[in-house]
């Protein structure tokens, strides 16, 4: 489905990504764990174009994205739900989900907002709320509700974990395996709860900076010793 071949991304003279590869296979759920800084939400942000690749090449189903404009990429059947969520505040629940249906056919818009309501109820309740009064869980629903508004085959989830109670990760983490298992969409996962990536994944990799170190299944990785003590450490 998306395929990375020697990807390099620059931030003015750093260089962030060295030289990654990568393979999402369709249907999957991959994992790409590593360290603040290793270059997680780089890569996420170089597959959807900004920034581009200086370097190498992105193959999404087969055709070369890597030098095409953001809106170009989107318009393939890619979502983004970015770091930190980035809602928009000021627009109400609703809103925020009419903003991420703007690309598709407004024909199955009452469909799609059906579904993303019987993933998160919390968010049929909260329709006519500001995104920014939202709870950090609810905002973080949102984000992904968001995201699959635009009917994504290939969903991209930057740390939707970070900063949320363990009850809430959890409810995150069986949403995005139901969005995979039942809706099939496809999901690239960066994460620093190696633990829950882990195991909710089909395979793997780990980035240590900016460059992939490791890749296996998810069950690989958990019992890999490296992994242990580098990124789960105290158990979890
Ligand atoms: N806009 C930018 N300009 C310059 N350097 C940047 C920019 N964004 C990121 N970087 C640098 O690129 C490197 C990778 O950052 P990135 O945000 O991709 O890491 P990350 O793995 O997502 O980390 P975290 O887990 O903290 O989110 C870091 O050294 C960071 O300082
Ligand atoms: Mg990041």
Redesign the pocket.
């Known amino acids: 489905m998306l395929s990375l071949t020697g990807i390099h991304t620059f931030?003015?003279h750093?260089e962030?990504l060295r030289g990654v590869d990568l393979q999402v296979e369709p249907g999957r759920i991959v994992t790409l764990i590593?360290?603040?800084?290793?270059?997680?939400?780089?890569?996420l942000?170089t597959i959807c174009g900004s920034?581009a690749a200086r370097r190498g090449r992105i193959l999404l189903e087969g055709e070369d994205i890597t030098r095409l404009p953001t809106f170009e990429i989107m318009r393939r059947g890619l979502a983004h739900a970015p770091?930190g969520r980035r809602i928009f505040p000021r627009m109400s629940v609703l809103e925020n989900l009419q903003m991420g249906a703007i690309t598709t056919d407004a024909s199955h818009f009452n469909a799609d907002l059906e579904r993303v309501f019987a993933l998160f109820p919390i968010l049929q309740k909260r329709q006519s709320q500001r995104g920014g009064t939202l709870s950090g869980g609810e905002q973080q629903m949102l984000a992904i509700g968001r995201a699959l508004m635009s009917r994504p085959r290939l969903l991209l989830l930057?740390?939707p974990s970070l900063g949320l109670a363990p009850l809430v990760v959890k409810q995150i983490f069986d949403v995005i395996r139901e969005i995979n298992e039942q809706q099939k969409v496809t999901v690239f996962l960066?994460e620093?709860n190696a633990y829950h990536a882990l195991r909710l994944a089909h395979h793997g990799y780990v980035?240590v900076n900016?460059k992939i170190t490791l890749s296996g299944t998810g069950r690989e990785l958990l019992a890999n010793a490296e992994v242990r003590s580098a990124y789960l450490e105290g158990g979890h």
């Open positions: 931030y003015g750093v962030a590593g360290a603040n800084g290793a270059g997680k939400s780089t890569l942000m920034p770091e930057d740390e960066v620093q980035m900016g």
